[in-house]
T-cell receptor, first 117, second 116 residues
Framework: AQTVTQSQPEMSVQEAETVTLSCTYD???????LFWYKQPPSRQMILVIRQEAYKQQNATENRFSVNFQKAAKSFSLKISDSQLGDAAMYFCAYRPYYTGANSKLTFGKGITLSVRP | GAVVSQHPSRVICKSGTSVKIECRSLDFQATTMFWYRQFPKQSLMLMAT?????????EQGVEKDKFLINHASLTLSTLTVTSAHPEDSSFYICSAPRGRANTEAFFGQGTRLTVV
């Protein structure tokens, strides 16, 4: 079974600074997807970034980028130029490559990020 | 705008009554939807996979008779909490996969259920 581990329950960053959120996972599959989701106080889940395992290039979305290390099964999220609106709970998630009823996500425990003004 | 709509956003019910939560995909068809439960400051726990036109698949430890799931159309799945008790109070979230190879999951706004 796949597992996703986020070992840091909380982190804090100064506004405009950079922060990295860690995530490791375990799977026997070679093809899969990895995601970072943001859940602000409204509790609406928002997709931050997605990485396909078969792609070597790290995904980037504006201020958000990942460091995907497939051999190490590591998938960290870097937030540059942190903003107050980045304060939220962040979840790392894994999904198998195949679709249909087995396309369910496995989530990590999440990390609460606070941004200091 | 939202592509998955979940209603109601908040509901308070009395112990022993049933509550229905709806999850709609707004501009796409979803043959599969997922129902999660989330406690404060914790992760999402998958309860069941809702399949259009067939029975839902429940995760281990989830009572199928308490949490009834119906996926009667390609755009609507419902979760009914039957004979609710205070311990059923929680935040419930639905999601539906979309896009090429269903790689992107869209989430509803969630429903905060309080059983008094």
């Amino acid at each position: 079974a796949q597992t996703v581990t986020q070992s840091q329950p909380e982190m804090s960053v100064q506004e405009a600074e950079t922060v990295t959120l860690s995530c490791t996972y375990d799977t026997s599959e070679s093809d899969y997807y990895l995601f970072w989701y943001k859940q602000p106080p409204s509790r609406q889940m928002i997709l931050v970034i997605r990485q396909e395992a078969y792609k070597q290039q790290n995904a980037t979305e504006n201020r958000f980028s990942v460091n995907f290390q497939k051999a190490a099964k590591s998938f960290s999220l870097k937030i540059s130029d942190s903003q107050l609106g980045d304060a939220a709970m962040y979840f790392c998630a894994y999904r198998p490559y195949y679709t249909g009823a087995n396309s369910k996500l496995t989530f990590g425990k999440g990390i609460t990020l606070s941004v200091r003004p | 705008g939202a592509v998955v709509s979940q209603h109601p956003s908040r509901v308070i019910c009395k112990s022993g009554t049933s509550v229905k939560i709806e999850c709609r995909s707004l501009d796409f068809q979803a043959t599969t939807m997922f129902w999660y439960r989330q406690f404060p400051k914790q992760s999402l726990m998958l309860m069941a996979t809702s399949n259009e036109g067939s029975k839902a698949t429940y995760e281990q430890g989830v009572e199928k008779d308490k949490f009834l799931i119906n996926h009667a159309s390609l755009t609507l799945s419902t979760l009914t909490v039957t004979s609710a008790h205070p311990e059923d109070s929680s935040f419930y979230i639905c999601s539906a996969p979309r896009g090429r190879a269903n790689t992107e999951a869209f989430f509803g706004q969630g429903t905060r259920l309080t059983v008094v």
